[in-house]
């Protein structure tokens, strides 16, 4: 099974950027679908964003379209989420996740993912 460990979290002001990272080990996860997900305090778990194993498509929440660009380097075993613009809506934890290629990775549904990391915690305050 594959180890995902999230990294780039941090307290950032509103309109700020910060750069998440997924780290795989254990396995490469180049076949695999990943997801970023994201929880926050007395809310449910949400798909943020999604990419497919080749990265040539990806899928985001209406919520984050326009602002947070998903990416993948194979080579590095790593997926990246990109967040620009951020809101103080945008505080959570987030999560990476990986699931097997066969995945329909727009449905971005949490149960389907079965390897998941720690999370890293995203704070949007002033």
């Known amino acids: 099974q594959v180890q995902l460990v999230e990294s780039g979290g941090g307290l950032v002001r509103p309109g700020g950027s910060l750069r998440l990272s997924c780290a795989a080990s254990?396995?490469?996860?180049?076949?695999?679908?990943v997801g970023w997900f994201r929880q926050a305090p007395g809310k449910e778990r949400e798909c943020v964003s999604s990419?497919?194993?080749?990265?040539?498509?990806?899928y985001y929440a209406d919520s984050v379209k326009g602002r947070f660009t998903i990416s993948r380097d194979n080579a590095k075993n790593t997926v990246y989420l990109q967040m620009n613009s951020l809101k103080p809506e945008d505080t959570a934890v987030y999560y990476c996740?990986?699931?097997?290629?066969?995945?329909?990775?727009?449905?971005?549904?949490?149960?389907?993912?079965?390897?998941w990391g720690q999370g890293t915690q995203v704070t949007v305050a002033s």
């Open positions: 996740a990986a699931g097997p290629r066969t995945l329909v990775y727009s449905n971005c549904v949490g149960a389907d993912f079965g390897s």
């Open positions: 254990g396995r490469t996860f180049s076949t695999d679908v």
């Open positions: 990419i497919n194993w080749t990265g040539g498509r990806t």
